[in-house]
């Protein structure tokens, strides 16, 4: 199985979603953490089998909740590039790794 790595951006939005779903519902931000985690680990299993976005860039949808993940299968690891919601903010994460 791979390594899976987020940039820090990455990351941040993750945090960012959890926190907002969170305070919407106690148990709601874990929810999410745990549901990219699953998603994560699927793709350190296959990380080809998403589609792809655009260039090198794959992409998977979290179940149950409107963000994809964005990610690059690089030969040593899965760099996750953005964590976003599906419907805002089109095409913000290009300019990434």
């Known amino acids: 199985m791979m390594r899976v790595r987020l940039l820090p951006e990455a990351e ?29 680990q699927s793709i350190a299993e296959q990380p080809l089998a998403a589609r792809i976005e655009r260039g090198e860039v794959r992409v998977r949808t979290i179940a149950r909740f409107p963000y994809r993940i964005y ?5 040593e690891e899965i760099l996750v590039i953005a964590v976003g919601h599906r419907r805002r903010r089109p095409g ?6």
């Not at 941040?12 to 779903?21: G, I, M, R, S, T």
């Open 92 to 97: 913000f994460w290009r300019t990434r790794g």
């Open 12 to 40: 941040e939005e993750l945090q960012a979603a959890a926190q907002f779903y969170e305070a919407e519902q106690q148990g709601l931000g874990r929810a999410l953490i745990h549901e990219v985690r699953r998603v994560l």
């Open 71 to 75: 990610y690059r299968a690089n030969p």
